[in-house]
């Protein structure tokens, strides 16, 4: 098992791998204590299974070599659920992998599930068994104990196996471009860029009225734009439920914070307090019009109930007819567009290889040209 701590024994292994026509990568990471993820390792690995794991926090290393790997694209780049790597690496390097193969969204249109995880990805694809022991342990410490590199270093190995047995389902169902098209969303650097002024819109609010929801951008950005500067959890500056409290009641003075849920006792008319009063003032000057408004998803109209009923079981017919996970075909929300819209509806599922798995037969369903029938017990499209 070979451990990289210096940029002269990562170069000639990024190098080794420089004509290989893939390599599985993960990482290991923290979060608990920071506001973005604290990279402790990333493990990389070829087809020959011969992978190496990178310590990014012991000794001194320039991984502008792993860099210059991953922005090969000649060179696949294979991982599971690569979201928080992904993010880790946006941040890093300000690139993305590419090109990108995610065995998640591939075990997916394998019919293997939706939103499989890897342990029983793996235990499905190969004879191997995967110890998930050391998954929750702290990857910053060092040293790394025996257990620990054998855990992260299977983790690349075992993906060797999985990506292979994907890839042979995938070539024999012709299904290859399905799982291009999926991961190629996964590059999208919008994914991982956090806007403060942005952040407001996942924080939970009942009947909220526009002068509030001001209040609540104003403070929202502000904590955002805190905890990113002192890379500290959200929490960590104001919980969710004090901003909310503070949208509600919106304080004039120092005083008013001491009424406000969890507000630090002593801290009104310290830095932490003015910064909320001014927060909460700049909110207070923003023209009515102006003020943020939060768009409530309307409740599909009674008449499209039994047209989105309908689909709803075409769905899930023409999922498991063609052995892959309902909502890689079509979500809720685009289910309810298409019962409304019919052909016109913009969405996904009645574009692509998608429109050829579920598109047309839902469009032939709502116009007519087929229905459902319950034929010896079973529904079945005719």
Known sequence: MKIITDTSTLIPFCQSLENVPYITVDTEFLRERTYYAKLCLIQVSGPNKQGALIDVIEGDIDLSP??????????????????????????????LPKPLFDTQIAAMVCGFGDQIGFEPLVTQTTDLSVDKGQQFTDWS??????KQMKYAMNDVVYLV??????????????????????????????????????????????????????????????????????????ARILRD?????????????????????????????????????????????????????????PVLHRQYQGAYEMLKMVLKICAAHHDVAPRLLASTDELELLAQH???AN???????RKDVFGHTALDLISGEKSLQLVDGDIKIV
């Open 347 to 353: 969405i996904p599922a009645l574009k692509g290889w």
């Open 241 to 297: 439920e004090t901003l909310i409290d503070l949208s509600y009641n919106p304080p004039k003075a120092p005083h008013d914070l001491t009424r406000i849920r969890n507000f630090p006792k002593g801290c009104e008319t310290k830095p932490l307090g003015q910064a909320i009063l001014g927060a909460v003032k700049k909110a207070q000057a923003i023209p009515e019009d102006q003020c943020p408004v939060l768009k409530k998803k």
């Open 342 to 344: 019919h052909a016109k």
């Open 141 to 146: 410490k060092r040293p790394l104990s025996n």
């Open 66 to 95: 792993l860099l210059a790997l991953f922005e090969n694209e000649d060179i696949l780049k294979v991982f599971h659920a690569p979201r928080q790597d992904l993010e880790i690496f946006y941040t890093l390097f300000k690139s």
């Open 161 to 234: 196996d999985a990506y292979e047995k994907l890839v042979e389902i995938l070539d024999q169902r012709d299904r290859t471009h399905w799982v291009s098209e999926e991961t190629q969303a996964l590059l999208n650097p919008a994914l991982y860029e956090v806007k403060p002024e942005e952040s407001w819109r996942r924080l939970k609010i009942k009947s909220p009225k526009p002068r509030q929801m001001a209040v609540l951008k104003e403070l929202a950005t502000w904590r955002e734009e805190k905890a990113q500067t002192k890379d500290v959890p959200r």
